[in-house]
């Protein structure tokens, strides 16, 4: 079984400050591990993941997460926040090709972390 | 090409109609996905094709039929819905299965 708490269903930053968005996994596997934005009325664009190797996992638009396998966590940080980062995150985890087992295919979300930059 | 397309954007329906939506990509991808996403909520699977066969069904209404004409088409066809059921319905696809999933832009559905 797998699953996944992100803490903190609202975070609200300054323009330029840190960002960090926390989430927290359970799996039976090793995971795949994966956070996607999603933007008002659209679908989710993936912005990184982490599956074998490098702990630190470099995304798109400035994020990063890192893998920490003795805390089960996966926190997705940005160095400064930008107006146009303000939307909803999502942090999902799903076991690896060949794992096998009832959650075999699927991703399974956390909550869901809406995050907005004040100017 | 690497996008995933779905149409229609929008679709307001009755109880009694009967209508399809659509998604296409043509990366390839060998899995192909059907999520319902509620607001402020997390995408909910519904179903999983893995080289044009079902592979998971979520225990979804029979009310939404879904299917995979070929390996870049999946159609989700609906029928009898509930207002229950108005919700964004994102398609995504994979390489294969447990790969990273890309995801379409939704179709908004609104059932009256």
């Known amino acids: 079984a797998q699953s996944v708490t992100q803490l903190g269903s609202h975070v609200s930053v300054s323009e330029g400050a840190l960002v960090l968005l926390r989430c927290n996994y359970s799996?039976?596997?090793?995971?795949?591990l994966f956070w996607y934005v999603q933007y008002p009325n659209q679908g989710l664009q993936l912005l990184l993941k982490y599956t074998t190797g490098a702990t630190l996992v470099k995304g798109i638009n400035g994020f990063e997460a890192e893998f920490k396998k003795s805390e089960t966590s996966f926190h997705l940080t940005k160095p400064s926040a930008h107006m146009s980062d303000a939307a909803e995150y999502f942090c999902?985890?799903?076991?690896?090709?060949?794992?096998?087992?009832?959650?075999?295919?699927?991703?399974?979300f956390g909550q869901g972390t809406i995050l907005t930059v004040h100017p | 090409d690497t996008e995933v397309t779905q149409t229609p954007k929008h679709l307001v329906m009755g109880m009694t109609n009967k209508k399809s939506l659509k998604c296409e990509q043509h990366?390839?991808?060998?899995?192909m996905y059907w999520y319902k996403q509620k607001a402020k909520k997390p995408p909910e699977l519904m179903f999983v094709?893995?080289?044009?066969?079902?592979?998971i069904n979520e225990s979804v209404p029979s009310r939404f039929s879904p299917e995979c004409p070929n390996s870049s088409l999946l159609n989700l066809h609906l029928h009898a819905l509930q207002p229950e059921d108005s919700a964004l319905y994102l398609c995504?696809?994979?390489?294969?299965?447990?790969?990273?999933?890309?995801f379409g832009p939704g179709t908004r559905l609104t059932v009256l």
């Open positions: 799996s039976s596997v090793p995971p795949y």
């Open positions: 999902a985890v799903s076991g690896p090709p060949g794992a096998g087992g009832t959650s075999y295919g699927k991703l399974t």
């Open positions: 094709y893995s080289y044009e066969k079902l592979s």
């Open positions: 995504a696809s994979s390489q294969k299965l447990a790969h990273e999933q890309f």
């Open positions: 990366m390839g991808h060998r899995a």
